[in-house]
């Protein structure tokens, strides 16, 4: 089956650590976007790829870092910088402009 | 700034009646609008999508209706079902840009 997978489900931090979250996607997607969620409230973005090797911030990129070796794959580090990282994360991919964005399954980030 | 938000945080409609969830925008630029469904713990759906040089548009149950002079958008739901319950967003996307600009969202509670 095509889709977008995001692992892990759960994610537990340590304050002071870095903790990466994967995105992976089979479905020939050119774009791919993590977005960050809070309790009650919007989307809003971190980062995005629209090309291998390329990416640019969101609105909210600071404490964030990503890499786009391979189309398939679009990872996100949460880092030590981010002073509020416990959320809901969201990948998404996108075909081409002006299509809708097929959205993974979340990974949700606890600091403890 | 430039927003995408929402009339009511929170509807309640009894199984069998018809849903409207409404949401305004501010973009004048925006040429593409989506309608996403997330249920708790989980990613968001896509439900249904519109184009500018549309002003309504059926799906399966769901219409979103678009209406440019005031800024509005809308999604019907006809004979809500308890599998509705869930949270639904409007998604605007500026015309030119591949970035999806998300509403905070309606709680839909659908009771017997």
């Known amino acids: 089956d095509g889709g977008i997978t995001q692992s892990p489900k759960y994610l537990f931090r340590k304050e002071g650590q870095n903790v990466t979250l994967s995105c992976e996607q089979n479905l020939n997607h050119d774009a791919m976007y993590w977005y960050r969620q809070d309790p009650g409230q919007g989307l809003r973005l971190i980062y995005y790829s629209q090309i291998v090797n390329d990416f640019q911030k969101g609105d909210i990129a600071e404490g964030y870092s990503v890499s786009r070796e391979k189309k398939e794959s679009f990872p996100l580090t949460v880092t030590s910088a981010q002073k509020n990282p416990t959320a809901f994360y969201l990948c998404a991919s996108i075909s081409g402009s002006k299509d809708e964005q097929f959205f993974g399954p979340g990974t949700r980030l606890t600091v403890l | 700034g430039e927003s995408v938000g929402l009339h009511l945080p929170t509807l309640s409609v009894q199984e069998g009646d018809n849903s409207i969830i409404n949401c305004a925008y501010s973009n004048s630029a925006s040429d593409y609008f989506i309608w996403y469904k997330q249920e708790s713990g989980k990613g968001p759906q896509f439900i249904i999508d519109?184009?500018?040089?549309?002003d309504k548009r059926q799906g399966q149950r769901v219409t979103v209706l678009l209406n440019k002079t005031v800024k509005h958008l809308s999604l019907q739901i006809a004979a809500t079902q308890p599998g509705d319950s869930a949270v639904y967003f409007c998604a605007e996307n500026y015309r030119d840009t591949d970035k999806l600009i998300f509403g905070t969202g309606t709680r839909l509670q659908v009771f017997p």
């Open positions: 519109i184009r500018s040089n549309m």
